[in-house]
């Protein structure tokens, strides 16, 4: 019940489908744990980390997510910021795109054993999927350095979608840094929100890139 407890004592009051994020988001962490042991998913496993910096982390802004149709998760690795999204917003639905074939096929796993009904993972580099589908939103953490993400997401922001990019404290560097590619791309960038995770566990930005 370690993960449990520790998402109990975590997790905003207030925040919609709290209990079965509780009890699904210490599942998801579980599972994570276990095949850590086949194959590297994340370095981040003791129970009270893994609540603060994979759960909480992912869900924090969520208000950011709740009026949006489709929302692609671009590079969820095991399932971040995606599935824990996908727990707390029902109604939204989400696709997950991992380009590790393991990792995406662990998502998939753990979206059916813990039934979360709306989500599909695909296998696939997130541009090749904005390429094929419309999203309203796109988000990502951890995945690429802005300037990076202009380029992959650029062409998608361009016809109207936006994306909520989860960034570290320095975002308003990275987007200085990120300038001249938003500029040839027409692309606009702001930090958007910004909150500490407890226990001194870091500051996250989310910034939003939109066209220009
Ligand atoms: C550092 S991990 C972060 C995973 C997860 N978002 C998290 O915060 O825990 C980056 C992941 O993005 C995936 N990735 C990188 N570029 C990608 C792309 N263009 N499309 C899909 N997945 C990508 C990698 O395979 C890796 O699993």
Redesign the pocket.
Known sequence: MQFEDELQQVLPPGLPNREELIIKGAAHLRLIVETNEQFNL?RITTPREAAIK?VLDSILPWRLFEKAGLVLD?????G??GLPLAIVLPHVRWVL????QK?AAFVEAAAQALGIGNVEVMPL???DVLKKARMDLIT?????PLTKAAA?FGPAVRQGTRALLYKGPDAELEIAEALPEARKRRLLMKVVERFELPENLGVRCIVELTQG
């Open positions: 994340t994979h671009a590079g969820t690795g095991p971040f910021p795109a991992e380009s590790t990792k580099r997130a541009e990502a953490r951890a995945v690429a992959l």
